[in-house]
Nanobody
Framework: QVQLVESGGGLVQAGGSLRLSCAAS????????MGWFRQVPGKEREFVAG???????YYLNSVKGRFTISRDNAKNTVYLQMNSLKPEDTAEYYC????????????????????WGQGTQVTVSS
């Protein structure tokens, strides 16, 4: 059974940093894309960042230059380094892993039947 477990969320002041981690188990994702999404109550889930199996990366425009996605295949883990956080970054952040191999992590690649974590809350105070 595949599990994705996020950690690293919390409360931070505007301008601060957080590093989210997502550890996968039950399957190796070294040949699959992994990504991060976020959602606030009453709004649709939003793509934040994706990293393809070969290391290609894609970002939501509003986080470019502030967030960095990376992966450690030896640990089957994906990270999201978030710097210069803003109150509008406040959301529940979810990790995702592509159910197919050799994806690029592009925003439109993700589907409901991919693997999803339970989420970690990030709150940025002004």
């Amino acid at each position: 059974q595949v599990q994705l477990v996020e950690s690293g969320g919390g409360l931070v002041q505007a301008g601060g940093s957080l590093r989210l981690s997502c550890a996968a188990s039950g399957r190796t994702f070294s040949k699959a894309s992994m990504g991060w999404f976020r959602q606030v109550p009453g709004k649709e889930r939003e793509f934040v960042a994706g990293i393809g199996w070969s290391g290609t990366t894609y970002y939501l425009n509003s986080v470019k230059g502030r967030f960095t996605i990376s992966r450690d295949n030896a640990k089957n883990t994906v990270y999201l380094q978030m710097n210069s956080l803003k109150p509008e970054d406040t959301a529940e952040y979810y990790c995702a892993a592509d159910s197919r191999e050799y994806g690029l992590g592009y925003p439109s690649d993700w589907k409901d039947d991919d693997y999803w974590g339970q989420g970690t809350q990030v709150t940025v105070s002004s």
